[in-house]
T-cell receptor
Framework: KAGVTQTPRYLIKTRGQQVTLSCSPI?????VSWYQQTPGQGLQFLFE???????NKGNFPGRFSGRQFSNSRSEMNVSTLELGDSALYLC?????????????FGEGSRLTVL | SQQGEEDPQALSIQEGENATMNCSYK?????LQWYRQNSGRGLVHLIL?????REKHSGRLRVTLDTSKKSSSLLITASRAADTASYFC?????????????FGKGITLSVRP
C-alpha cells in the first residue's frame, strides 16, 4: 500500500505570495489532517477534513485554508505569505479520524518564505 | 493548553542503555500516542495506549499511562544508534463529533555508538 504523499517537498516563496500544498492519503483513508511544525512552536494543528468536510480547525488566521476532494486528496492554501509561515507542513491520514487511532504522516512540504 | 509536555527536552545515552521519556498533560484524554521523527522527515507512529489501559508493549518499547497523575512514560530498552530521533507524545481527545490530537514539543534522543 502506498504511503501518504505530499507535494511539493520543498518550495521557496516571497512575502505576499500564496502557496498551495497537496496531500494524497493512503487509499481508503477518509481523514486528512494538517500540521505546521516550527522549531519554536513545535507541531501545531491546522485542520482536519473527513469525507470532504472540515471537522476541526486549529488557531490559525484565515489566510490558512484547506479542502478535501471526493477521492480524499487534500490541499491546503496559505495566502499573503509572511516570514513566520516558514515551516515544515505535515499531512497525516487515518481511516477513522484524528485522535481515534494511528496517524500516518507524509514526509512534509518544507516552505521557506523570503 | 491541552498540549502534552515531554520531559526531558533532550536525552543522550550510550548504545545498549535504556531510554525513559515522560509526558504530562492537563485534561482528560481518550488515548495517548507516541511518535518518532527522524530529522526533517515525517512522523512515524510507535504506540497507542487508551485511557483505560495502564501499560502496553511493542518490541523494545514499553508505554505506561497513569491517568490519575495525567502522565505517561515511554521506555526504549537496549537502545541502538538508529533510535536517535525526536520523540513526541500526542494526546487524543474526542469531543462530540470532533476529535483532536495534540502534540508536545518533543524530546531529542541521541544514542551514542
Amino acid at each position: 500500500k502506498a504511503g501518504v504523499t505530499q507535494t511539493p517537498r520543498y518550495l521557496i516563496k516571497t512575502r505576499g505570495q500564496q502557496v498551495t500544498l497537496s496531500c494524497s492519503p493512503i487509499s481508503g483513508h477518509r481523514s486528512v489532517s494538517w500540521y505546521q511544525q516550527t522549531p519554536g512552536q513545535g507541531l501545531q494543528f491546522l485542520f482536519e477534513y473527513f469525507s470532504e468536510t472540515q471537522r476541526n480547525k486549529g488557531n490559525f488566521p484565515g489566510r490558512f485554508s484547506g479542502r478535501q476532494f471526493s477521492n480524499s486528496r487534500s490541499e491546503m492554501n496559505v495566502s499573503t505569505l509572511e516570514l513566520g509561515d516558514s515551516a515544515l507542513y505535515l499531512c497525516a491520514s487515518s481511516p477513522l479520524g484524528t485522535s481515534a487511532g494511528e496517524l500516518f504522516f507524509g514526509e512534509g512540504s518544507r516552505l521557506t518564505v523570503l | 493548553s491541552q498540549q502534552g509536555e515531554e520531559d526531558p527536552q533532550a536525552l543522550s545515552i550510550q548504545e545498549g542503555e535504556n531510554a525513559t521519556m515522560n509526558c504530562s498533560y492537563k485534561t482528560s484524554i481518550n488515548n495517548l500516542q507516541w511518535y518518532r521523527q527522524n530529522s526533517g522527515r515525517g512522523l512515524v507512529h510507535l504506540i497507542l495506549i487508551r485511557s483505560n489501559e495502564r501499560e502496553k508493549h511493542s518490541g523494545r518499547l514499553r508505554v505506561t499511562l497513569d491517568t490519575s497523575k495525567k502522565s505517561s512514560s515511554l521506555l526504549i530498552t537496549a537502545s541502538r544508534a538508529a533510535d536517535t530521533a525526536s520523540y513526541f507524545c500526542a494526546t487524543g481527545y474526542l469531543t462530540g463529533a470532533n476529535s483532536k490530537l495534540t502534540f508536545g514539543k518533543g524530546i531529542t534522543l541521541s544514542v551514542r555508538p
